[in-house]
């Protein structure tokens, strides 16, 4: 039987180790003989970097943030993410929509029905067929990502964001428990990457 499309979207606040995980589950993939898209947002396209390069230098006001990471979103899903869907591939995206009710809604105050309204407008009913949220106390993720030269604009902000973001998230997870799986980040790696195996063979059974 030919394999379906599989969309993951991995989050959670820096520091939670999200990039070596989403590395070694797309070894793992490809080792099944699966063919992996890895792909990050905002981002994933020239055009979608361009307005990532924007957001993370640039000031702005948080509801323009939230308009130009749907933008980003909208060319990403339409030029990688529902192709490589289309095509059968595993799509391992590095931050997607969760992100944007995380960080603009609950870290920047933009109205949540603003946000689901965008949601819908840009995605329809396309949503991961799994959501992995690293969890950890933010000041944990301050000590892992340790001190950084150039902190882009969500770097530079404080505990007390990054512990509306870590709510933000978990309130989502509440919304969406079928598809959004929270892992406690604070663990080893190790201890991190079996129940992310687990979750994901799940998954894929
Ligand atoms: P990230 O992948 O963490 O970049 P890096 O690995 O280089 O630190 O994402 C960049 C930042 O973008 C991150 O701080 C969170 C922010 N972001 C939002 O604020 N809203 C969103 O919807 C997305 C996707 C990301």
Not at 7 to 23: L, P, R, T, V
Not at 53 to 82: C, G, K, S, W
Request: charged fraction near 25%.
């Amino acid at each position: 039987m030919q394999p379906t499309g599989v969309f993951i979207s991995f989050e959670g606040i820096d520091g939670a180790g999200k990039s070596s995980h989403i590395q070694a589950l797309s070894e793992a993939f490809r080792q099944q003989g699966r063919e992996v898209v890895q792909t990050r947002e905002p981002g994933g396209t020239a055009l979608a970097e361009k307005l990532r390069d924007m957001v993370l230098h640039q000031p702005m006001d948080a509801l323009t943030e939230a308009l130009l990471i749907f933008a980003a979103r909208r060319d990403h899903l339409q030029t990688v993410i529902q192709p490589a869907l289309d095509a059968n591939r595993v799509v391992l995206c590095d931050r997607f929509t969760d992100a944007t009710f995380a960080y603009q809604g609950a870290g920047r105050g933009v109205a949540h029905d603003k946000l689901a309204t965008l949601e819908r407008w840009v995605q329809g009913n396309l949503q991961p067929d799994l959501t992995i949220i690293f969890d950890l106390p933010p000041a944990v993720g301050r000590a892992r990502a340790g001190s950084i030269k150039t902190p882009d604009r969500f770097e530079q902000e404080n505990e007390a964001f990054f512990g509306r973001v870590r709510d933000g998230y978990l309130q989502r997870a509440r919304e969406a428990p079928q598809r959004v799986r929270v892992v406690d980040a604070s663990h080893s790696i190790g201890e991190v990457q079996t129940a992310l195996a687990l979750i994901v063979e799940d998954l894929c059974r």
